[in-house]
């Protein structure tokens, strides 16, 4: 990649930031975007849990593919076709599900958002690097902040457009198919290209460095519990009536996260750990709990307490530590923490929800709590005898 040169970056106004910055936000808030209506398709189609699970990991199938295969393809291609390319994707996935909201339309529709997620994370945050490298070091706290609100935002807008009315194609999918078009435009004309190098590798594998392993396993089990709640939560609260409260749920598991993050950047990484290895399952129990009593305000408290975990002590926690060990190559140190993660996202929820077909909702996700417990217990046990010797 050939960056900006000072005397270019000096002229720069805010504007590219802006539409580079919003163009993530637009793919984040399509990823989520049709969660509280999961259980809808299901049931119109009539499938059950195990499929509604598989149709949300389908993001995750495509997204670690882009991560494993294609890490390096805006560094050879530019920055600028490869976010056009993100958006188009998410366009798509979203025109899709206006045209034919079906189940297996979301299917085709989650592989394209995982897709576009894939090639904008990684593309967004080295564009406005090379744009402003005078403010690069404010800049991946912009990227998070965006993501987070995006992640738990899209499927906020939609449970809030759909509480007086459920429709398979509610306005939220309208309006951001609008802003996806007006971010295409506004990148295209009004964001500089920064070139490519076509001597930079394409792929960018993973690595593990030594002493790594209980960030990794801690990051997958603690996303797995933020899986639950997209793809197998809305089918339980549902027995009470309050299967669109998903959104608000996501919203809170991504928000309490990321406001929890300034504290958590003060810990050392190991005790960050440890104490998301306490507010992961008394989360998940807390909500659980309240999804079998009936109880809406227990499953946001329990969302929320989660949320500290999910996003910020054994997210953040987790990803300095992996920082910290794998200093040469922290790159492929950190794509091989987010492998972990999204492995995490979305592989337990398929067999959690094949599962809970045949043994029921409610049983299944009892058997998971206590999983959850018995991992955090044994990351915890052996994290404080490491920090012993």
Known sequence: MIPASKEETAHLSIVPFIFVLFGLFM????????????????????????????????????????LLFLGGISDRAGRKPILLVALSFSLSATLLMIVQPTIQMLFAARLLQGVGLGLSVGTCTAYLIALYPEKSGWIPTFIALCSSVGFGGGALFTALLS?????????????????????????????????????????????????TMPANAAIAIAWSVCGLVISILPAQLKLNGYELWVGPALFLINMTGVLMQPFVRKMKSSTALLVGFICLPCGYGLLLYGANSGSIYLVLAGTMLAGTACYGFTYLGGLQLIV????????????????FAYLGLGIPSVFVGLFADIYG?????????????????????????????
């Open 163 to 211: 509480f007086q009315h459920v429709s398979l194609t509610p306005l939220s999918y309208w309006i951001v198919l609008g802003f996806l078009m007006l971010t295409i435009v506004g990148v295209f004309f009004f964001v500089p290209p920064v070139q490519g190098d076509a001597g930079k590798p394409l792929m960018n594998m993973p690595r593990f460095p030594k002493g």
């Open 27 to 66: 793919i984040t808030i399509a990823v989520n975007l049709q969660v509280p209506l999961y259980t809808a398709y299901a049931e119109q189609a009539g499938y059950g849990r195990a499929a509604t699970a598989l149709v949300f990991a389908a993001y995750v199938f495509g997204l670690i593919p882009v």
């Open 361 to 389: 909702t409610q049983r299944v996700l009892i058997f998971f709590f206590f999983l959850v417990i018995s991992a955090c217990l044994i990351l915890l046990i052996s994290g404080v005898r490491r920090k012993e010797r």
């Open 324 to 339: 910290e060990r794998g200093k040469k190559e922290a790159a492929r140190a950190v794509a091989g923490y987010y492998l």
